[in-house]
């Protein structure tokens, strides 16, 4: 017999705004949005009162880093984490697990891997690296055939051996074979060019830069370095047509580009992260390496033009872009920023983070929900299911107590390594309850079995 339920709240946050509603749930699926007293005896009711009831959060950039470096993270701990944030899908990024997501091998033996161990629904991007790119490219069409929502490639070192890098002439071949195809292929847009002049200029330098130093890491990745990797990207994108999507965007020097492309038409798109909206680089102590990612956390203008850029459109969307490593990599004893691991942890953070920065600029929850819901959810070919409180979707919802804050702490972090940059910051909204398709995915008082599904391309 099919599971009847209703969620009601007076303010639900809906594709048209926020209002008081009733959404009814049927088999973990809305089947309509209603007027709030639109109530009936009978059927199982959630009431939330006051609280925010908002769509789950959809991350697209993740790296779980399972199978391989578990060490790292891992599906339980980081579906766990997701969860606790709001979060009720995320895509991994094939990269950081052995074997890196390069081949329809690869992409079964990841789902393999998280089958039954996810606390919310998981979707997996392919990699595209020269082994793939090169002569024979139906590899591509053979990972997005098994399942894959996309791919994503690095023009600079990724950081790992088994991920290398791709030149303009792999990201041209990609591009014609996935035309057509409707999939998206992201971009890690810096450069080498500008990062080896800038290492060239500072290993010149006597005495040699503190590697301790926050500033020595930012001057190792200077903004040209992303702007000139998008001038290419916007070419490549203009000349064959396929949609391109730059991740984890930090300089606001290449915001040009990007309001060239959308003025001409060209399916160019970029993200930023959590961590460039909340931190900025006059902040960051000398030797606090758990604040290093590429490209990193830049100044307190940049930061202002980010969210601009949000605002005006020329942004689409904000993931975590979550990559944890152990404190060993992170070299925490040392603080040598150029030798640590460059990635943040920040996933069950994300959205107060952002929350947070938003409501201190006025900006309301229906734009945060549009930035970090329903636009990753286009972005990965998933919106028919994900990102939006509407009939037809899946009933994936957060109990949101949007004006209380807290303090982060360790005992509090779900992910598998608890150093974060958040440590110790006071964000805004409190998520109460997390529900995967109707039924619990977090709850602040209990642990809940695990019950995600993987999500493939529709």
């Known amino acids: 017999m099919a599971e009847e339920k209703v969620f009601r709240s007076t303010r639900v946050v809906t594709p048209a705004g926020t209002r008081a509603a009733t959404v009814h749930v049927r088999d973990g699926r809305i089947t309509r949005v209603s007027e709030h007293a639109d109530f009936h005896a009978g059927v199982g009711s959630i009431d939330v009162g006051d609280h925010v009831l908002m769509p789950g959060v959809v991350d697209t950039h993740v790296h779980i880093n399972e199978p391989g470096r578990t060490e790292w993270e891992g599906f339980e701990s980081a579906t766990r984490a997701a969860a606790a944030g709001g979060i009720t899908t995320v895509v991994d990024m094939p990269l950081n697990s052995l074997p890196p997501v390069t081949t329809a091998a690869g992409l079964m033996t990841k789902a393999e891997t998280m089958d039954g161990r996810c606390s919310v629904d998981v979707g997996l991007w392919g990699g595209a690296i020269p082994d793939n790119t090169r002569g024979d490219t139906s590899v591509l069409a053979d990972v997005l055939g098994r399942g894959a929502l996309g791919f994503k490639c690095f023009l600079a070192p990724s950081g790992v051996d088994e991920f290398p890098c791709v030149d303009a002439d792999d990201v041209r071949r990609a591009l014609i074979r996935l035309h057509g195809t409707g999939a998206v292929f992201m971009v890690h847009a810096e450069l080498p060019g500008p990062l080896d002049a800038a290492a060239r200029a500072m290993s010149e330098e006597s005495p040699p830069p503190d590697s301790r130093a926050y500033s020595t890491w930012l001057r190792s990745r200077p903004p040209a370095a992303e702007d000139e990797a998008v001038a290419l990207l916007y070419r490549l994108c203009k000349e064959i047509g396929t949609p391109v999507h730059v991740v984890h965007l930090s300089s606001a020097g290449a915001l040009e580009t990007l309001a060239r492309a959308r003025d001409e038409g060209v399916p160019l798109t970029a993200e930023t992260a959590p961590h460039y909206l909340h931190f900025t680089a006059e902040q960051v102590p000398d030797g606090a ?46 603080g040598d920023f150029m030798a640590a691991w460059g990635g943040i942890a920040g996933l069950q953070f994300s959205f107060s983070a952002v929350w947070s920065e938003a409501h201190a600029r006025g900006i309301g929850l229906d734009r945060v929900v549009e930035w970090m819901c329903r636009a990753p959810a286009r972005h990965a070919g998933i919106a028919g299911r994900k990102g939006a409180i509407a009939e037809g979707m899946d009933a994936d919802l957060v109990v949101l107590d949007p004006d209380e804050t807290f303090v982060v702490s360790a005992p509090f972090i779900h992910h598998r390594n608890k150093l974060t940059p958040y440590e110790g910051e006071t964000l805004r909204g409190v998520v109460r309850q997390t529900f995967l398709r109707g039924a619990p995915a977090f709850d602040r008082t209990h642990t809940i079995a695990p019950s995600g599904r993987w999500i493939t391309r529709s």
Do not use: F
């Open 289 to 334: 390496t758990w604040y290093k990612c590429a490209p990193p956390i830049r100044d307190r203008g940049n930061r202002d033009r980010l969210w601009k850029a949000l605002q005006d459109g020329l942004l689409s969307m904000v993931v975590s872009d979550h990559s944890p490593c152990t404190p060993d990599l992170k070299r925490v004893e040392s």
